[in-house]
C-alpha cells in the first residue's frame, strides 16, 4: 500500500521566539488548560522521569487538549552544567500530533516554550492569587527564568499596580546585567538586593527562580515572607525551607499528583509537602482562593504538559506560512 505524504513544521530555537503570541495570550493558554483539566476535556499522565546521571534529568510530558484540538509531548532535559557548555539548561524538543489521525503536526525546540509558558503560569498565579495591592515584586535567581518572568510582567502589566521590583542574585555579575535590562525593559523602579532577605521582605509577591536540584541551599525563613504575600517558587520549592513552606496559609499546585512525585523522588529537601488545592479549581471557582490580604499564599506550579502543548499550538498556528521548515514523512 502506498501511504499518503504527511507534511509537519519544524521550527528551530529563534523560530519560536519569533513566533510567540503576546503573553497576555499565553496566559490565556495556560488558564484554559487548567480548566480543561478540571473540566475533564483534558488528558495529562504524570510526567515521566529518567535520570541517567546525577542531578540531571529527562522528562517526557505528554498531553491531550480537547478545546485546542491538539495532542503532544514535550521531551525535555535538564542539565546543570549546560550553560558552561554554551547550551541552555532546559533543552529538548515538543512534538505536536494530530488528535484526529495521530499525524505529527509539528516539532519544535522546547527551551522558549518552557520559560515562556513558565513566566505565563506565575502571571496566572499573581492574577488570581495576589493580595489586593501588590506593589512590590521581588525576582530571585536573575537567569533565563528571571529575565523571561521580567519580559512578561513588563509586557503583560501583572500586576497592573506594580511599583517597584526587587532583584537578587547570588553572581553580583547577574545582578548587575538583570538591572540594566529591567531599567531599558520597565518604567518601574528596580531595586538590587544585597540579600535574599532583603529582596523577600516586605514584598508583595515572591518569585524565586534558581535552579531546581533535589540537594538544593533553601534561604528563605518563615518569618521573611509578610502577611498577605504571595510566594511563586519557578524553582518548586528548592529555594524555600520547608519551615517556610509550612508557615504559609494556603499552598495550591497546578497538580497534586505531579508535585507529589517530585516530593517522593527527594525534591523539597527529601521530605513531604503539603498542597492544600490545585490551582486549576480556584480558577473554576470550585475551591477558594486568596480569603484575605492577611493570608500567606505559595502557588507551586509543577509545570503542565497542557502549558507546553497549548502554547507550541499557538506557536504553530502564527509560524505557518512564514517560517520554519516543512518535512515529508
Not at 9 to 27: A, Q
Request: aromatic residues 8%.
Amino acid at each position: 500500500m502506498e501511504w499518503k505524504t504527511v507534511e509537519f513544521l519544524y521550527l528551530n530555537h529563534d523560530e519560536v521566539r519569533e513566533n510567540r503570541p503576546p503573553y497576555g495570550e499565553i496566559v490565556e493558554v495556560v488558564e484554559t488548560a487548567l480548566r480543561d483539566k478540571v473540566s475533564g476535556r483534558a488528558d495529562m499522565p504524570t510526567k515521566i522521569n529518567v535520570a541517567p546521571r546525577d542531578e540531571m534529568y529527562i522528562h517526557a510530558l505528554p498531553g491531550y487538549l480537547e478545546s485546542m484540538n491538539v495532542a503532544g509531548l514535550k521531551w525535555q532535559s535538564n542539565v546543570i552544567d549546560n550553560p558552561s557548555r554554551g547550551l541552555p539548561f532546559n533543552i529538548g524538543l515538543v512534538v505536536l500530533t494530530n488528535p484526529e489521525d495521530g499525524a505529527p503536526r509539528a516539532v519544535m525546540d522546547c527551551t522558549w516554550i518552557t520559560a515562556i509558558r513558565t513566566a505565563a503560569g506565575s502571571l496566572a498565579a499573581i492574577r488570581h492569587l495576589k493580595p489586593s495591592q501588590a506593589r512590590v515584586l521581588a525576582i530571585i535567581g536573575l537567569g533565563v527564568q528571571g529575565r523571561t518572568h521580567l519580559d512578561a510582567i513588563a509586557e503583560a502589566g501583572i500586576p497592573a499596580e506594580l511599583e517597584r521590583i526587587k532583584a537578587y542574585d547570588v553572581s553580583e555579575d547577574a545582578l548587575a546585567g538583570f538591572v540594566e535590562y529591567a531599567r531599558q525593559r520597565t518604567a518601574v523602579e528596580v531595586e538590587p538586593c544585597a540579600s535574599p532577605e532583603a529582596a523577600v521582605r516586605d514584598s508583595d509577591v515572591i518569585v524565586t527562580c534558581t535552579t531546581f536540584l533535589k540537594r538544593s541551599d533553601p534561604k528563605v525563613l518563615p518569618d521573611w515572607p509578610k502577611p498577605g504575600s504571595l510566594a511563586v517558587p519557578v524553582d518548586v520549592g528548592s529555594y524555600w525551607t520547608p519551615a517556610s513552606r509550612d508557615a504559609m496559609d494556603l499552598i495550591v499546585t497546578d497538580d497534586i499528583p505531579q508535585t507529589e512525585a517530585f516530593a517522593e523522588r527527594g525534591f523539597f529537601q527529601g521530605g513531604p509537602v503539603r498542597l492544600d488545592a490545585e490551582f486549576g479549581d480556584v480558577i473554576a471557582g470550585n475551591v477558594p482562593g486568596r480569603r484575605s490580604d492577611d493570608e500567606r499564599i505559595m502557588c507551586i506550579n509543577a509545570g503542565l504538559s497542557l502549558y507546553d502543548i497549548g502554547l507550541a499550538q499557538k506557536v504553530y498556528e502564527r509560524a505557518r506560512g512564514r517560517a520554519g521548515a516543512w518535512l515529508k514523512w
